[in-house]
């Protein structure tokens, strides 16, 4: 077999073969990677938001507005979700109705940064009105969730509803 320079022909193609792999492969990898960190940080907004309305649905108290349509949407009546952490915070507001068995989900875009990933999903705005003549309280209900042990997020809920929740100090610490 003729030589070139100290290298067969064949184990020149064999060494180009290797480096052509590892070019692929290294671009791959770091997709790959790139591709796991955001569907990470997707389903952890989600799961957080989630997790929020069922315990604020569980912690809220029952509003007086009747019919069974209600049970599970009137207890956020004038609530505003605020997500903290520490790159910053985002919102969501949610507004109700009593009047009739009639309500709307919209879609709030959310900002989110996951360990340097910008990601950026929808939110659920439940659309209401208030019924007239009913007393109202304000309170704060502070969540508190971990995420697969990897971040530990706080959710404050300021919920506007009829009948009494226990009045958390928007300083106090989520207990």
Do not use: H
């Not at 792999?21 to 989600?46: C, D, F, G, K, W």
């Not at 207890?75 to 605020?82: D, E, I, R, T």
């Not at 109202?136 to 706080?154: D, M, P």
């Amino acid at each position: 077999m003729k030589r070139l320079q100290g290298f067969t022909f064949i184990e020149l193609l064999i060494v180009l073969a290797i480096m052509s792999i590892v070019l692929v492969a290294i671009p791959n990898l770091y997709l790959q990677q790139s591709i796991e960190t955001l569907r990470a940080a997707a389903s952890e907004v989600r799961l957080t938001l989630e997790e929020a309305q069922t315990r604020a649905q569980s912690n809220a108290v029952a509003s007086q507005c009747t019919g069974d349509e209600f049970t599970k949407y009137t207890n956020f009546l004038g609530s505003k979700v605020v997500f903290f952490e520490s790159g910053g915070e985002y919102s969501i507001n949610i507004k109700g109705s009593c009047t009739n068995g009639d309500f709307t989900y919209s879609s709030v875009p959310i900002t989110k940064n996951y360990k340097g990933v910008t990601i950026s999903t929808p939110a659920v705005e439940v659309l209401f009105q208030k019924r007239s003549g009913l007393p109202t309280s304000t309170a704060t209900i502070c969540v508190r969730s971990s995420i697969s042990g990897l971040t530990r997020s706080y959710i404050k809920i300021v919920v506007q509803t009829t009948g009494d929740i226990r009045q958390y100090d928007p300083s106090e610490s989520c207990p």
